[in-house]
């Protein structure tokens, strides 16, 4: 393979830089930019690869590809003048599939799971010693951090919000389950939103079909439908090719038997809790099994699995209380996180970050319902990671999921940052589990509470 000079634009990013250094790494010249620069960024740069603060069509000079993350509009300057220059664009995902199409691949969708699920493949095939090569969107500390190089297949985290993801072409996908996140609110074409619930389906059912096999949950509406007509294997938690029996609910974790088309392999024990996780076992171990992989292996690795970044992530003690951090933005997931919480017997103190004006908008109503689970919920305002408000502001959001909380006898108030902490700090006590949760900022909360020297950024 002939060197090029690549180009990626947010190259901070936690997925695009896990491809720049994929490029490095095959031996290619690599440069990027972002808006701001980030200890991610200051980590390329120590590793050779020029970074640029913002974006501009000076960084253009001598790049033979220029690769776009999703969220980089058609009108920005710079890739505008590269299309100009008819300099070679490809965005992310369209990067990941030529990376992908060069050997035995592995693609996780969904919208729930995805990353503890491909992080969960990936153990697995450490476990049999198939040197993978993986793409995370978390940081993993088995492989540590969000990717890995290797000589074997390439299992990667496929982001279902990209309407792009449909034209992969692997040996096996992965579909978690599907549900009506990433649509636009208005109907309204914009990154990281499907126009419809229906366009998004028929995005599903396209990349389905370009896989050689299909993992899916027989227990989510649509899938069956959505994989009908391609070689597919399903599982549930209590359906499916593989699914699980006799599940007993530990207070951080589970143990069930696996069962494999009608014949139970064994007992597992996994050290993550909640039934959501139990199924992101499920799909990883369905996808090791079509391999080929012994189940000795899958045992091994999904009992030794610890959990990705922010996916029930153990952040420390402050006052007798454990603080835990999860990445939870949805209503399904925060629901799914909230039920696992409660199983601890600790007493559920939650710091909910709302994620996006378009998804909240939408969402509030769920999240409020997730949130009645909660002994008490501490509000922040919408992390707008770049969006503006359509319908409702800020307030008005977490001020609708406040009242219902109110109207149901559920503590609950909406705390600018510092007042949250300061709160956290007076009243954390022996018995409480303090979740800090949402896709934006909160998670630094968690980490400012168990470390109180370190300052508010």
């Not at 994929?22 to 740069?45: F, K, M, N, P």
């Not at 029996?245 to 207070?251: K, Q």
């Not at 609708?400 to 510092?418: D, T």
């Amino acid at each position: 393979m002939s060197s090029r000079h690549y180009h990626l634009m947010g190259i901070g990013g936690i997925s695009v830089s896990a491809l720049a250094e994929i490029l490095l790494w095959q031996g290619h010249r690599v440069s990027g930019c972002d808006r701001q620069l980030s200890e991610r960024t200051a980590q390329l740069a120590q590793k050779g690869i020029r970074v640029f603060e913002g974006h501009h069509p000076g960084h253009l000079e001598g790049v033979d590809v220029l690769v776009a993350s999703t969220a980089i509009d058609e009108e920005e300057p710079e890739l505008a003048e590269a299309r100009r220059r008819r300099i070679r664009v490809l965005r992310r995902i369209e990067l990941l599939g030529e990376i992908m199409g060069r050997g035995e691949s592995l693609g996780v969708t969904g919208s729930h799971g995805k990353t503890s699920t491909s992080a969960m493949l990936a153990q697995i095939l450490l476990k049999a010693n198939l040197d993978p090569t993986v793409v995370l969107g978390a940081d993993f500390a088995a492989i540590g951090g969000n990717y890995r190089i290797g000589s074997g297949p390439i299992v990667a985290e496929v982001d279902e919000s990209d309407p792009l993801f449909q034209h992969l072409k692997l040996s096996i996908a992965v579909i978690t389950n599907l549900e009506a996140d990433h649509i636009s609110p208005d109907g309204l074409k914009r990154p990281n939103y499907h126009q419809s619930f229906e366009s998004l389906k028929q995005a599903v059912r396209t990349f389905a079909q370009g896989a050689a096999r299909v993992v899916y949950n027989a227990e989510w509406e649509h899938l069956e439908a959505l994989t009908a007509g391609t070689e597919r294997y399903s599982f549930g938690l209590a359906q499916g090719d593989c699914h699980a029996a006799s599940i007993e609910l530990l207070p951080f974790g589970s143990r069930f038997a696996l069962v494999w088309q009608g014949k139970a392999l064994g007992q597992l024990e996994l050290r993550v809790p909640g039934k959501h996780n139990i199924a992101n076992a499920l799909a990883a171990a369905t996808a090791a099994l079509v391999m080929g992989v012994p189940f000795a292996a899958i045992r091994a690795a999904l009992e030794d699995f610890a959990g990705a970044r922010r996916r029930f992530e153990r952040v420390g003690e402050w006052q007798g209380a454990l603080v835990v951090d999860d990445y939870a933005h949805n209503a399904t997931k925060l629901s799914a996180l909230l039920a696992a919480a409660r199983a601890t017997g600790l007493r559920v103190r939650v710091v909910f970050q709302p994620h996006r004006y378009g998804r909240s908008e939408q969402e509030w109503p769920g999240y409020a319902r997730a949130l009645e689970q909660a002994d008490e919920v501490l509000l922040l305002d919408v992390y707008a990671a770049s969006e503006q408000p359509i319908r409702l502001t800020s307030a008005q959001i977490v001020g609708n999921i406040v009242e219902h909380l109110e109207q149901r006898g559920r503590p609950a108030r909406h705390y600018a940052w510092e007042e949250a902490l300061a709160y956290l700090r007076h009243s954390a006590q022996p018995g409480d589990l303090i979740l800090t949760v949402g896709a934006g900022s909160v998670s630094q909360l968690g980490h400012l509470l168990v470390s109180p020297s370190k300052e508010v950024v």
